[in-house]
């Protein structure tokens, strides 16, 4: 049991060597860079400290922020322009509709009217409103007989 793992006599010296593998690597001279690690091509390299507060690097950063304002404030134009003319082609429809509406109102009061004038017509004549049915039925196939040949 003497050289078992979790025995007294070798478990701090496999500890310690299990705390090594975890530990920051140890410091040479006085250095204090970083370790180099691989960059992405796509990220920028932080400005150095002393040019952080530059005029160049200001001005340039404002210029960024005015291009990008420019950039945002033409969207914002075509976006506004884009609901204008979809306000208007809304309403235009609308009022299209609505004078469908009112056409096909106007048209079943007619029909309505022409329809009671005809049984009215055909009570007065002898003839059932039935018998007319026949009739334009007969004069509708007809027609269409000789519209096919």
Do not use: C
């Amino acid at each position: 049991m003497s050289g078992s793992r979790y025995s007294n006599g070798g478990g701090a010296h496999q500890r310690d060597l299990r705390t090594q593998l975890f530990a920051p690597p140890p410091q040479r001279g006085h250095s204090q860079t970083p370790p180099s690690r691989t960059a992405s091509p796509y990220d920028k390299a932080p400005p150095p400290p002393n040019a952080k507060y530059n005029e160049s690097y200001l001005s340039s950063l404002e210029s960024q922020n005015n291009d990008e304002l420019d950039s945002m404030s033409s969207k914002v134009r075509l976006l506004k322009d884009l609901g204008v003319k979809m306000g208007g082609e809304i309403n235009k429809s609308m009022k299209l509709n609505d004078e469908i509406t009112n056409s096909m109102e106007k048209g079943k009061v007619t029909l309505k009217k022409t329809w009671g004038k005809m049984i009215i017509m055909s009570e007065r004549a002898g003839i059932t409103w039935r018998m007319w049915l026949t009739v334009f039925a007969m004069v509708g196939l007809w027609f269409f007989w000789v519209w096919l040949f």
